[in-house]
């Protein structure tokens, strides 16, 4: 029995320090009593529920060039995509006739005025057709405030931007240094969707090169100081035609990147017990149970891709993306099937917004 976690576990709130512990924990039966009080405490706040997002992942072209990420503008060695508009609408449908009431946009990033008003009229397509009862959240990256304005007014309800890392200076060692890529801008841009009142969502990858135990404890408090209503967490994969690959030898094993998501989800859930967590992909690249076992540490939202099929696999943040070229019914029965293993009920047809933000805006 390790008395010194029990009384963390026990605590009202937790300090860095009792996070960095959490963080260290190895010891199986440890790590199963952290594990057992996030499902705990999700069960008695959010419901034992597993909520369901359609994920659309609209086009792989980006401004940005991230040294981290496989769709960077520089990187020339992938074929670049961009769906239509009816497509994108079709697919929204499609999901909503299959019972699925939450989708998200996510995409590479454009400012353009072209690609701001296609996001508009897919906005309203969606909003009129599932007479505002579709549940929409957007990944678009960073706008201007004028534009989340615009997006929310044609229906959109969330908005997911990852912080990445909020250390500033890991920031800066992650991203090109150039004016398109300034934490001071993320953080303003995250200010900006919570000032419009959208449900925010933010979150930070894992097992970066040069990234601290105490840099995650820190994330996390970074996390709970923005009192986001949404968190998307998952393990830094490297990508070989990216800069950031060259620092490879300075990473952790995968397994243990994982290993260290699942406690980064169990944490959040034990400071911010009412919020949307996800199970991101990025934990199924490692380990084919990866968002069954975000679900046995906490979490209460998984993404699956109902890309067309056309465009699938095509959207490679990272290496190993799992593709699956089944039809939407079939993934979405997959999906059930595998959160009905972790004791959870899957939740369809309900728009699932977060606990945390519906108390706020009572
Ligand atoms: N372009 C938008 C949204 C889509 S990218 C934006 O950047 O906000 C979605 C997320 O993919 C990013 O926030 C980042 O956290 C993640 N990502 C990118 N490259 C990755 C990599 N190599 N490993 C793991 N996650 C990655
Ligand atoms: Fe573009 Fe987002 Fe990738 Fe950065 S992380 S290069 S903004 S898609």
């Not at 390790?2 to 605590?11: G, M, P, Q």
């Amino acid at each position: 029995m390790n008395s010194h976690l029990n009384d963390i576990l026990n605590k009202s709130s937790l300090t860095k320090a009792d996070i960095v512990y959490l963080l260290k924990l190895n010891n199986p039966s440890d790590l199963d009593l952290l594990f057992q009080q996030a499902v705990n405490i999700r069960n008695e706040y959010c419901g034992a529920k597993v909520f369901f997002r359609g994920l659309i992942e609209i086009s792989n072209i980006c401004r940005k060039n991230c040294l981290y990420c496989g769709i960077r503008i520089e990187n020339k060695a992938i074929v670049r995509y961009d769906i239509s508009e009816k497509e994108i609408i079709d697919t929204a449908f499609s999901a909503w006739d299959n019972g699925l009431a939450s989708i998200v946009l996510q995409s590479g990033e454009r400012t353009d005025k072209v690609f701001i008003h296609k996001i508009i009229r897919c906005l309203q397509a969606i909003s009129d057709y599932t007479q505002h009862k579709m549940r929409i959240t957007l990944s678009l990256g960073e706008q201007k405030k004028e534009t989340y304005k615009l997006w929310k007014e044609a229906g959109a309800d969330a908005y997911l931007l990852r912080i990445e890392t909020s250390d500033s200076d890991l920031f800066r060692k992650i991203h090109p240094d150039n004016r398109l890529h300034r934490f001071e801008d993320r953080l303003r841009a995250l200010e900006h969707l919570k000032e419009i009142g959208f449900q925010v969502g933010t979150g930070v990858m894992i097992g970066l090169p040069f990234q601290s135990i105490e840099s995650l404890a820190d994330d996390l408090i970074f996390i709970q100081n923005l009192d986001a209503d949404m968190a998307g967490m998952g393990p830094y994969l490297e990508h070989q035609e990216t800069p950031l690959f060259l620092w490879r030898n300075h990473l952790t094993d995968v397994n243990e990147r994982l290993l260290l998501t699942l406690k980064m989800y169990a944490i959040l859930r034990i400071l911010m017990k009412d919020i949307n967590i996800a199970s991101t992909t990025a934990t199924d690249a490692i380990s084919s149970s990866g968002r069954l076992k975000g679900i046995l540490a906490g979490a209460n939202v998984i993404m699956p891709d109902i890309t067309p099929e056309k465009y699938l696999g095509k959207y490679t943040i990272y290496p190993n993306k799992p593709v699956s070229k089944l039809t939407l019914r079939k993934v979405l029965e997959k999906a059930e099937t595998m959160v009905k293993t972790s004791g959870c009920e899957p939740v369809l047809a309900d728009r699932g917004d977060p606990v945390h933000y519906l108390l706020k805006s009572l």
